[in-house]
């Protein structure tokens, strides 16, 4: 079963505006990490934010993390067209043997130039 | 350095036939995963491997998947007397092996069991 749920499945906006997902979870985790994937092949990582963390930037992306509420979001801002892709939140549990990842069911973006 | 490398990319087999997939990690990357992914079930864990060892194979579906690993660096996924549900594109990852690292993933295999 899926550890983490998306939220919306899928998003359309348009280039130069900003796209935010959202990402939860149901038991504790060490960390937290956000993927990529485009066409429906090999995942891109993105960021990984751990259990200690709150915020973590990196370029145009923001990752949250509210372990009180077991959930995260990822913000893209000034969107471009290159970032229509599938948005994956994957978390590594606490009690998981080698941080094995469970996967949320993603977010579809697509970035209309 | 490279990336993680999977071959073949794609494989069309018929029902009933074994199957191999290979994935070669980082070079240097201790720990290596299997995962899948399907229209119906998203992307799900299969097993991982830390060196050689596979302390966690919680995720393989049934006895007719396995996977081994040598020499602590490639690995191959085996499965045998394929069903059409184990069409699916199956994804390989590294890392480095602590805790807190991130996974690099390769470009997947894509498996149709007609």
């Known amino acids: 079963s899926q550890q983490g749920e998306e939220d919306p499945q899928a998003l359309s906006i348009q280039e130069g505006e900003n796209a935010t997902m959202n990402c939860s979870y149901k038991?504790?985790?060490?960390?937290l990490q956000w993927y990529r994937q485009n066409s429906g092949r090999g995942l891109v990582h993105l960021i990984l934010?751990?259990?200690?963390?709150r915020e973590k930037h990196s370029g145009r992306l923001r990752v949250t993390l509210d372990t009180s509420k077991k959930s995260s979001s990822l913000l893209i801002t000034a969107s471009r067209a290159a970032d229509t892709a599938s948005y994956f939140c994957a978390t590594a549990l606490i009690k998981a043997a080698g941080n094995k990842l469970t996967f949320g069911g993603g977010t579809r973006v697509l970035v209309k130039p | 350095g490279a990336g993680v490398s999977q071959s073949p990319s794609n494989k069309v087999t018929e029902k009933g036939k074994d199957v191999e997939l290979r994935c070669d990690p980082i070079s240097g990357h201790t720990a290596l995963y299997w995962y899948r992914q399907s229209l119906g079930q998203g992307l799900e864990f299969l097993i991982y491997f830390q060196g050689n060892s596979a302390p966690d194979k919680s995720g393989l579906p049934s006895d007719r998947f396995s996977a081994e690993r040598t020499g602590g660096s490639v690995s191959t996924l085996t499965i045998q007397r394929t069903q059409q549900e184990d069409s699916a594109v199956y994804l390989c990852?590294?890392?480095?092996?602590?805790?807190?690292?991130?996974?690099?993933f390769g470009p997947g295999t894509r498996l149709t069991v007609l």
């Open positions: 990852a590294s890392s480095a092996g602590a805790a807190y690292n991130e996974q690099f």
């Open positions: 038991t504790s985790i060490n960390n």
């Open positions: 934010i751990r259990s200690n963390e």
